[in-house]
């Protein structure tokens, strides 16, 4: 399943759709995170595909 994962704000607004996206991906789901650039590093850090907003 694809799944898109839209957030915006601080950090600690970020973190719980970042484990959330991947406990998602450890489960066999392609994850997106839409989120602020400044967070593009820690998304994709974690091997996540990410969409500025």
């Known amino acids: 399943m694809r799944v898109a994962v839209q957030t915006l704000g601080t950090r600690g607004d970020i973190q719980p759709y970042l484990t959330l996206a991947l406990e998602l991906t450890h489960r066999g789901n392609h994850v997106q995170i839409a989120a602020p650039t ?16």
């Open 38 to 53: 400044q967070f593009e590093a820690m998304i994709t850090g974690h091997g996540l595909e990410f969409a500025p907003v």
